[in-house]
């Protein structure tokens, strides 16, 4: 199961689509049977543009549903079918691209120059010119997302094999206290990642020699040109925001590293260095500790903020409903049906909640569509990505979600995000094609999180999924840890993804060293680390959805920064008055007025001015974030009090053997 973070802006994202930038493009040539649209003579830059966005718009719908149908029925053909929709996409981006040169250095209204800027950011995987390996490139990309989305851990032979896919995975480290049990699950999990290594390493080559084309250095160089602002700046601002957050996450990770110690062992409960054990976070990639609430909750009596065990006892309540609408004798087949029944009811009515925080500000209901082509659970009957994502369809209402949904507060959080982006996507479907997008990606992350930070104890209380909450020093901060846990702990991993993507983009990461530099930027980062060695025969970072599935990933990392100074912001338009952390919007008409403003935008203006509409300033800042969390800071600081906090990443990979052994092949 994915989390709540990182879900897919766009269809476009979902698969291979997602923006960046681009520079100069060669003139391309076509794939066999793809003949991208010419430009007509004399054609103005403003022309040019409207066509574009008529031409775009077209081919939209047919582009989605074909990836549509790789994500929820995973087989070869749908995949053939996808690979060749990206194809025939990134094919008529090429010629897009190298029609827009000829209208350089001409005056032309600003809207304009900017959708064609815009345009130049078209895609997360730029194309080779070269037809061959534009085809070689979108089917690998295709093939990876479907090993991805099939991928499962099989153990025993014969008659007692059994094999688990992600979700059951994760359920182990959700509720298993076994180290050895969680550490197999996790495990078994990554072993589905080794036998992409040898397309990913091509994937690398190929979408490298397109950014090449296009005028780059390298793709990573590509994906940092997407903020109207250079590459370097981006990454530098990254640094300094997370140099902000740093002292306040170091503070959880060593009350972490405590309590682990204290439940597991001081020899099993950390890894040399201080570091955490990979598999004992209660998340497969440690980037959300939510699930070690019974470990890490400061206060056991202060205030129950059991979510899960509230949303468990709505699905046997809708599963007992389910069992009296078919009294009498039922057949396994029949129970089973009946099984998914309810948990299909049962995620409706999650999703039915989330939809109430957002009509509550008076944004509008979910479209009839969206309720009867959503993917609400896992089907019974074939492979799906599992992996929460958030579609529009046709730019044009057709909105929908993937998930696999279950009844736990991850998955809870998980819905109000992703409708966050449907609301993005229904808000600027008023605009020009190009200009439906995100003012920049952070921002698509962050609309559904800004709702979730106004999930306090007191609006949990009022939709009856937790009970009256004490007013007391010990109930605050538990509030503040359960929500600290998803996102402090997201931070520095929303970082590390892309700085190693980077360096395997720029060739500073060598394909020799995959594994070695993860597991270095894992340490420097989050001070995690495996309990056993992870050689260059593991291809961890592949165990991560948006690896294969190649989606940027520093737009996370932004967007937790833009949450809180979101939610700030119209926590003041309220007009609520008292600690940041208390405040809750819902029902809050001039609230949703102002956040609605700023979604009609997309990507109409450059995102400083978007910003700067809705907070009032034009930088990202994440003095928010230290501003909500203040009183769990100071708590933090008495727990950890005489302990030696930090962790030293230089023995990160002492667990792993120190000369890297070469891939296998296969």
């Excluded at 699905?315 to 409903?321: F, I, T």
């Excluded at 990392?557 to 008292?578: E, I, N, P, R, W």
Aim: aromatic letters at 10%; proline letters at 5%.
């Amino acid at each position: 199961m994915s989390h709540r973070h990182l879900l897919l802006s766009l269809a476009v994202a979902a698969s291979l689509l997602s923006l960046s930038a681009c520079k100069k493009e060669p003139s391309p040539t076509s794939p066999a049977g793809v003949t991208p649209v010419a430009a007509p003579e004399g054609e103005t830059a403003d022309q040019f543009i409207a066509r574009v966005n008529d031409e775009y718009r077209k081919m939209f719908p047919e582009m989605t549903a074909a990836q549509w149908l790789s994500s929820t029925y995973i087989n070869d053909d749908s995949q053939l079918l996808s690979a060749k929709a990206n194809e025939r996409y990134l094919a008529q981006l090429n010629s897009w691209i190298d029609q827009a040169k000829k209208f350089e250095g001409q005056k032309m209204s600003p809207q304009t120059a900017r959708a064609i800027q815009l345009l130049k950011l078209g895609t997360s995987m730029p194309p080779p010119k070269d037809p061959a390996k534009l085809e070689e490139l979108t089917r690998i990309a295709t093939k990876m997302e479907g090993m991805y989305g099939a991928g499962s851990y099989c153990t025993g032979e014969g008659e007692a094999k059994s094999c688990r896919q992600l979700g059951e995975l994760e359920d182990v480290l959700r509720s298993s206290r076994d180290y050895d049990v969680q550490l197999d699950a996790w495990q078994g999990w990554h072993t589905i990642a080794q036998p992409m290594r040898k397309d990913y390493t091509r994937f690398v080559e190929l979408v490298n020699e397109g950014a090449h084309d296009m005028g780059f250095a390298d793709t990573g160089e590509m994906w940092r040109s997407g903020y109207d602002m250079t590459p370097a700046e981006i990454a530098a601002e990254t640094d300094r925001l997370w140099g902000q957050v740093k002292p306040l996450y170091e503070q959880l990770h060593c009350y972490a590293r405590t309590r682990l110690e204290s439940k597991y062992g001081a020899d099993k409960g950390h890894v040399t260095g201080n570091m955490l054990p990979a598999h004992l976070m209660g998340n497969m990639w440690q980037q959300d500790w939510g699930n070690l609430w019974d470990m890490l909750a400061p206060y056991q009596n202060a205030g129950s903020l059991d979510i899960t065990g509230a949303l468990e006892s709505q699905y046997r309540a809708s599963y007992d409903a389910q069992l009296a609408k078919h009294a009498g004798q039922r057949s396994p087949a029949d129970l089973a049906q009946i099984e998914q029944d309810a948990k299909l009811a049962n995620a409706k009515l999650m999703t039915e909640r989330a939809q109430d925080f957002y009509t509550s500000l008076g944004m509008q209901k979910l479209p009839e569509s969206y309720w009867s082509k959503t993917q609400f659970i896992k089907p019974r009957d074939r492979d799906v990505v599992c992996h929460a994502s958030a579609w529009d369809m046709n730019m044009a209402g057709d909105v929908r979600t993937k998930m696999c949904i279950k009844p736990n507060e991850e998955d809870f959080t998980t819905i109000y995000h992703e409708l966050g982006h449907i609301y993005y996507d229904l808000a600027y479907n008023k605009q020009p094609p190009l200009f439906q997008q995100g003012a920049h990606d952070g921002f698509h992350e962050a609309i559904g999180d800004t709702i979730v930070l106004a999930m306090t104890p007191k609006y949990l209380q009022s939709i009856g999924l937790v009970g009256e909450q004490q007013q007391s020093n010990e109930a605050l901060i538990n509030a503040q840890m359960r929500m600290a846990l998803a996102k402090v702990s997201f931070l520095p991993f929303g970082l590390m993804i892309d700085r190693w993507r980077w360096g395997v983009f720029d060739g500073s990461i060598k394909p020799g060293d995959y594994n070695k530099a993860w597991w270095e930027l894992k340490a420097k980062y989050q001070g995690i680390a495996p309990v056993a060695a992870r050689g260059e025969d593991h291809f961890d970072a592949g165990a991560k959805y948006h690896v294969p599935g190649n989606t940027p990933y520093t737009r996370y990392f932004l967007s937790h920064v833009l949450q809180f100074q979101f939610y700030k912001a119209l926590c003041d338009t309220a007009g609520h008055k008292g600690p940041l952390y208390e405040c809750s919007y819902y029902g809050n008409k001039a609230a949703g007025a102002k956040f609605q403003a700023m979604l009609d935008k997309g990507a109409s203006q450059p995102w400083q001015q978007t910003m700067k509409e809705l907070t009032g300033g034009e930088k990202m800042d994440a003095s928010a974030v230290l501003e909500y969390f203040a009183p769990l800071q100071t708590w933090l600081k008495q727990q950890n009090e005489g302990k030696t906090c930090g962790w030293q990443a230089s023995v990160a990979t002492a667990a792993t053997p120190a000369k890297a052994t070469p891939p296998k092949q296969g």
